[in-house]
């Protein structure tokens, strides 16, 4: 891969993690924080009808596919030409992989799949929505904060490469 070739994989990963990043931020600024406000039932209800929408919107196609991305952008890193920028090009897919992909796979994916089966109107549901909220917020927090730490990371790498 040329230094051109890399430079346009890292400006174009820039913009895709500073996306993603927004996406989870935003949740976590205000989305979350008024779904908690809202009646136990009418708070479980929009997230679960959230999480299931969520797997048809080109956020998810950006969250996935970066997923796929950063590992490539890390291995090109270790062992192709990117002199200086490849340690912040390896730092960013790292970050991204681990802060943002693995995070949603481990913790925030099993809290919605629980949640999802949970009746509305349950005694289990009120007790299981407040713990959630604050739970899931908080892992939410670390992917957006990941993604962002990751479009910086490239941002930098993207500003080497191009200073040649």
Same mark, same amino acid.
């Given at each position: 891969?040329?230094?051109?070739? &890399? @430079? ?13 990043? !927004?996406? $989870? ?6 989305? @979350?924080?008024?779904?908690? +406000?809202?009646?136990?039932? !009418? ?9 299931? #929408?969520?797997?048809?919107? &080109? ?21 192709? +030409?990117?002199? #200086? ?11 991204? $992989? ?9 913790? =925030?994916?099993?809290? =919605?799949? /629980?949640?999802? /089966?949970?009746?509305? +109107?349950?005694? +289990? ?6 713990? $959630?909220?604050? /739970?899931?917020? $908080? ?6 904060? *990941?993604?962002? @730490?990751?479009?910086?990371? @490239?941002?930098? *790498? ?7």
């Amino acid at each position: 891969m040329s230094q051109d070739h &890399i @430079l346009i994989a890292a400006q174009i990963s820039v913009i895709t993690y500073a996306l993603v990043a !927004g996406v $989870f931020l935003a949740f976590s600024d205000f989305v @979350l924080a008024s779904l908690s +406000e809202v009646r136990q039932a !009418g708070g479980i209800q929009a997230m679960q009808i959230i999480n299931r #929408r969520v797997m048809r919107t &080109i956020f998810m196609v950006l969250l996935i596919g970066m997923s796929v991305v950063s590992p490539l952008l890390v291995a090109y890193a270790l062992f192709g +030409e990117t002199g #200086r920028a490849g340690p912040w090009i390896a730092a960013g897919g790292t970050i991204y $992989f681990v802060g943002t992909f693995l995070v949603t796979m481990v913790f =925030n994916v099993p809290m =919605n799949i /629980r949640l999802d /089966r949970l009746d509305l +109107e349950s005694v +289990e549901a009120a007790d299981h929505w407040q713990h $959630f909220v604050s /739970r899931w917020g $908080f892992w939410n927090w670390v992917r957006a904060i *990941a993604a962002a @730490l990751a479009a910086a990371c @490239l941002l930098i *790498a993207t500003v080497v490469l191009a200073s040649g």
